[in-house]
């Protein structure tokens, strides 16, 4: 059966790659780019697409900082950082895309990362832990969006209760946020008990966690609000702080959506709250977002799935006749069980919990 899978494994990551691509071809088939759009693509600056080309490595390269923050906290340190950096790249740019990530992205973050020992289980911790670190940074960061500019939600205000929109009201969401992330830090200072749930077992990671996550989620979504404010004309740029606010707003709402790639409501959301600019202008530099942190990662992993799954199919065949060998079992077997009376002392000495190591 184990040699069975190892077969099955690659073959479901390559069908789970072809229907994300499929998905996303069907989204973006018919959507024509008027020649305004294109032109504008051409007036934009040399030094403006190299800033933005620049915030989008930035982007990627929290993202890759997201599942190491949380293998560091499950206590997994004997993976590399280029695999984590082309898993964390590769899961992010198929979710993005497809927006079906559960079936794309998450199946391909179990596939590279049991290749590497962790379990479903830990898996699972780690997709739960990102998305947590997500979560801390668009708090942190639209709570001082909301406090230094509470007027900035009148721009939706088409598509928000009137109360919401109010400066007072949004300054004191704003301090509310704020305080959320204050008391996942106290927790995390103080050690609070663990939250038990059945079998479930929910700890504060330690204090130099917490932090890694406030920082590297608030790195990835200024760098992807840098793409698009470097990407916007400067004479109707409306400022950094309310493309950032506009963006954590349009983003987290896109990604609820589950449309692929946030299409259609992310470009709506934005059009909507700059109505100083010109809509060209903003659909310019949504393409450009869209280019870089979108479509040309998706090219990319691409290649980085293909090569992936050929070399475990290339490892399971060159394995396969091993087992027309009647000695190849016992051999097999042999090992195994040496191999875990070697370890057998050293897993006694792991600590209880991953977030007590």
């Keep these: 059966m184990k040699r069975l899978m190892e077969f099955v494994w690659p073959a479901l990551g ?41 915030a989008t490595l930035v982007a990627y390269a929290a993202l890759a900082w997201y599942d190491q923050i949380a293998l560091l906290h499950l206590g997994v340190k004997h993976i590399s950082w280029l695999f984590i950096g082309l898993c964390s790249f590769t899961t992010y740019a198929l979710a993005h895309n497809v927006g079906a990530s559960v079936f794309s992205g998450a199946m391909v973050r179990y ?15 780690l997709v739960g832990l990102c998305s947590l670190t997500f979560s801390l940074g668009v708090l942190l960061l639209g709570g001082i969006v909301l406090v230094a500019d509470p007027a ?10 009137h109360v919401f929109t109010d400066p007072a009201t949004a300054r004191v969401i704003g301090f509310i946020c704020l305080g959320l992330v204050a008391a996942y830090v106290a927790g995390s200072a103080l050690r609070l008990k663990p939250l038990t749930i059945g079998r479930l077992r929910i700890e504060y990671p330690h204090l130099g966690i917490a932090l890694r996550q406030l920082v590297a989620s608030s790195t990835e979504l200024l760098g992807c609000a840098g793409i698009i404010y470097f990407a916007l ?28 790639g946030g299409l259609g409501v992310f470009e709506l959301l934005f059009i909507k709250a700059m109505p100083a600019v010109p809509h060209d202008k903003v659909l310019t530099a949504l393409l450009v977002f869209r280019l870089l942190y979108l479509v040309l990662p998706l090219v990319f992993a691409t290649f980085v799935v293909i090569f992936f799954e050929r070399t475990r199919l290339e490892q399971a065949l060159h394995a396969h006749p091993a087992a027309g060998n009647p000695n190849s079992g016992t051999e097999i077997e042999h090992r ?22």
């Design 14 to 54: 390559l069908i789970a790659l072809a229907v994300s691509v499929w998905l996303l071809h069907q989204q973006l088939s018919g959507q024509a780019v008027g020649p305004k759009v294109l032109a504008d693509l051409r007036t934009i600056p040399p030094q403006q697409y190299c800033l933005a080309i620049l």
């Design 111 to 125: 596939r590279a990362y049991s290749t590497k020992g962790l379990s479903a289980a830990q898996v699972a911790l």
């Design 152 to 161: 900035l939600l009148r721009r939706l205000g088409r598509f928000l209760p």
């Design 233 to 260: 004309p400067q004479q109707a740029n409306p400022g950094y702080l309310v493309v950032l606010g506009i963006f954590i707003a349009s983003f987290s709402v896109a990604l609820a959506s589950e449309a692929p």
């Design 336 to 357: 195994e069980t040496e191999h875990r009376k070697e370890n057998a002392p050293k897993a006694a000495e792991l600590p209880a919990s991953p977030a007590d190591s």
